[in-house]
């Protein structure tokens, strides 16, 4: 399932999609470099979206990715919450695959309940 060309994705910033035209974001790409990290956009602790607007998935330095509802933070690398009621918690992977035109895909073997 396509998402969009790599040019797409800024890098050192996140973005949200719904590939499944849902009418909300559930799935978030955080850019470092070459390196894409594709999460479910749900909060281990409820559940919820976790952006207080469009994007809005990064601390300041964008450093980590944090939950606007009360505050949770998660390494970008592993989703791993290391601050915040979810501590320990880990955000859904969605596995990303790059074809060789740039053009961003989940990954074909990616479980369908990871966007819901
Ligand atoms: S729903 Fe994300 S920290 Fe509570």
């Given at each position: 399932?396509?998402?969009?060309?790599?040019d797409e994705l800024r890098d050192?910033?996140?973005?949200?999609?719904?590939?499944?035209?849902?009418?909300?974001d559930t799935l978030?790409?955080?850019?470092?470099?070459?390196r894409l990290h594709g999460y479910a956009d749900?909060?281990?602790?409820q559940g919820t979206p976790m952006a207080w607007r469009k994007d809005a998935y990064l601390d300041a330095a964008g450093e980590r990715?944090?939950?606007?509802?009360h505050g949770a933070q998660f390494e970008i690398d592993s989703g791993l919450c290391t601050l915040g009621p979810?501590?320990?918690a880990l955000l859904k992977p969605v596995p990303l695959a790059v074809r060789e035109n740039g053009e961003?895909?989940?990954a074909i073997d990616a479980p369908a309940g990871?966007?819901?």
């Open positions: 399932m396509r998402l969009c060309h790599l050192g910033a996140a973005r949200g999609f719904d590939p499944r035209r849902t009418g909300q978030l790409v955080v850019r470092r470099g070459d749900a909060c281990p602790h990715i944090v939950c606007a509802a979810c501590l320990g961003v895909h989940i990871n966007l819901a």
